[in-house]
């Protein structure tokens, strides 16, 4: 049987500096005036600015690390980049085009070339099917195999996930945690796709699970030229995975380096405090100390930096002014005032 190729020709063309995907300002707010209120009958619900004002792209092949602390807006940005949440200003381009305005097939194949890998499988499959069948729903529906050969497409991504085929007549609540992410994995492989956006992929699993899981993804990417993006806490896994890392703090980009230069030399301060959190095994002994205070709520964020309140270096132009990303060394932006005063 002929497996199709994780590439497509009417949507990939464009020369090899081309971004796969690029955000270009993009944001996402939640709540406000619905039909009733805009009719004068009652309240609008509070809005949330999720994500706000987000630019980034990514080449072929490449892994961008997401990092920041619960409520800062990772989860929300990885669900518009998958496709499953629109951008309420801004815009999403996949080489080169505007997400929006694609159409037709064009448009189709679009929307299957970024797939998502959830932080809890058990929630992000149908208990009621078979393992088999989870993975080879989506390709049938779209038309990439045809029902005759669907056993062996389906036991072909089985091996590329590391699942067991003979595992495929089992529901769900019959694997292990491992094999259901493996089997999440295998079903977003199997409308080939040419990225994956992995959100606390690996969080919930065993160490050494995790690890099994991470081993093989970075096997992925090369076997398949997979471009992905990864949210994690752990950012012990984000350095051992990543090409360039996006640090977020309540909505916005703080920092966006390489991912050498920014455990070397991170810029923002709380790129820094992250980093101090980071466990060492070089010997060097040094106090804990986490990131005082909390982080603002997103439904009243305070004015100027948001980081003000919690960053030991802010002064007056922090607390009125937001800072722009912008370049402190090749390839590394940073959005704080102090680079200002270098």
């Known amino acids: 049987m002929a497996i199709p190729e994780h590439r497509d020709a009417d949507i990939s063309s464009g020369s090899a500096e081309q971004f796969v995907i690029e955000l270009c300002g993009v944001s996402r ?25 987000v630019s980034f792209g990514l080449r072929q092949g490449e892994v961008l690390g997401i990092v920041g602390e619960s ?3 990772k989860s929300t940005l990885a669900r518009m980049v998958a496709g499953i949440l629109k951008p309420t200003a801004g815009e999403i381009r996949w080489h080169g085009k505007p997400l929006s305005s694609l159409r037709g097939r064009e448009g189709k194949a679009a929307r299957l070339k ?6 809890n499988p058990w929630s992000a499959m149908n208990p009621r099917l078979r393992a088999a069948e989870i993975v080879a729903e ?12 669907q056993d062996a497409y389906v036991a ?35 409308v080939v796709p040419e990225m994956l956006v992995c959100d606390e992929a690996v969080a919930a ?26 949210i994690s806490h752990d950012l012990g896994v984000i350095e051992h995975l990543s090409d360039r890392v996006v640090v977020m703090y309540l909505g916005r980009v703080v920092e966006n380096a390489e991912v050498a ?35 603002p709520s997103p439904l009243n964020p305070p004015p100027g930096c948001a980081f003000h309140p919690r960053c030991p270096f ?3 132009r922090c607390r009125r002014e937001a800072p722009a990303l912008l370049p402190v060394a090749s390839g590394h932006l940073s959005a704080c005032h102090l680079n200002d005063m270098a």
């Open 29 to 53: 707010s939640f709540g406000g005036p619905g039909a009733l209120e805009r009719l004068g009958l009652g309240r609008g619900s509070p809005v949330i600015h999720a994500v706000r004002d």
């Open 156 to 190: 072909h991504h089985f091996l590329l996930a590391g699942l067991d085929p003979a595992l495929g007549d089992r529901y769900p609540h019959q694997l292990s945690g491992g094999q259901r992410q493996r089997l999440v994995i295998a079903r977003a492989l199997a």
């Open 314 to 316: 802010a002064m007056e």
């Open 114 to 119: 970024a797939q998502m890998v959830f932080q």
């Open 138 to 149: 989506a390709p049938r529906i779209h038309g990439l195999i045809p029902r005759g050969e």
């Open 205 to 230: 699993l065993d160490v050494s699970i995790q690890a099994q899981i991470l081993n093989m993804l970075m096997d992925l990417r090369e076997k398949l030229d997979l471009t992905s993006m990864f």
């Open 71 to 73: 409520g800062c807006g």
């Open 261 to 295: 230069e920014l455990f070397e030399r991170p810029n923002h301060p709380y790129t820094r405090a992250l980093l101090e959190e980071l466990p060492r095994i070089d010997g060097e002994r040094r106090p804990f100390a986490a990131i005082e205070g909390e982080l």
